[in-house]
């Protein structure tokens, strides 16, 4: 994308939560990870490249002892549609009996979490615990997957912001953006 279409596309788009929605939203969030977690000993797992913002405000608002970690796994590739897994990075931690939680900024059809928490569970864990700050709301989402901590339901558009990118762009707000006609 050239940069002016960049800035055309922010311009054009539809604000559907501002910066102060998402930071109450990442705070209600915390209070329940809070309560759910304080004495867990958790890893917490971002999911590159999205999860980044979302882990990076939500992880200081978690008032108790826990480990960070990282893993990669893509399947969108600057697409509006999501194809085969990638693997760029696995976890890479002793996991066995461990309490774990992955934190992204989406779950939309679902089939990133359910790779990872299928290949996470598969390392022995005690229990695994999964955080998306949006939860997009349709039906086609891969079978049994569900998050346990939710900021915001949102309708079946297709999203940027916090996180989310458009063509690889717009990862670096805190509000989120619906693509104007998608
Ligand atoms: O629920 P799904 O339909 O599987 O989609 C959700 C996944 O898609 C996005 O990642 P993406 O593949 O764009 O990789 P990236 O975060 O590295 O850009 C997002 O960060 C989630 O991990
Ligand atoms: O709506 C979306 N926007 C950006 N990235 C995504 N990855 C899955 N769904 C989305």
Redesign the pocket.
């Known amino acids: 994308m050239e940069l002016p279409e960049a800035l055309t596309i922010i311009d054009n788009a539809d604000l559907l939560h501002s910066e102060a929605e998402v930071l109450a939203a990442i705070d209600r969030m915390a209070s329940q990870m809070t309560v759910a977690l304080k004495d867990a000993n958790p890893i917490v797992y971002t999911?590159?490249?999205?999860?980044?913002i979302v882990a990076g405000n939500l992880l200081p608002r978690l008032k108790f002892p826990l480990e960070m970690s990282y893993l990669?796994?893509?399947?969108?590739?600057?697409e509006t549609s999501?194809g085969v897994?990638?693997w760029?990075v696995k976890p890479h931690d002793d996991l066995k009996g461990r309490t774990v939680v992955i934190v992204?900024?989406?779950?939309?059809?679902?089939?990133?979490?359910?790779?990872?928490v299928e290949y996470i569970k598969a390392q022995g864990v005690k229990d695994i615990h999964v955080a998306?700050l949006v939860d997009?709301l349709h039906n086609?989402?891969?079978e049994g997957?569900k998050a346990d901590f939710v900021g915001l339901k949102v309708d079946d558009r297709f999203l940027f912001g916090c996180?989310?990118?458009y063509q690889?762009y717009w990862?670096n707000t805190l509000a989120i953006y619906a693509v104007k006609g998608l």
Request: charged residues 30%; positive net charge.
């Open positions: 999911v590159l490249n999205g999860g980044l990669h796994a893509t399947r969108y590739r600057n999501g897994l990638d760029k992204d900024d989406i779950l939309d059809e679902g089939h990133t979490l359910a790779a990872i998306v997009k086609r989402k891969a997957i996180g989310m990118d690889g990862r």
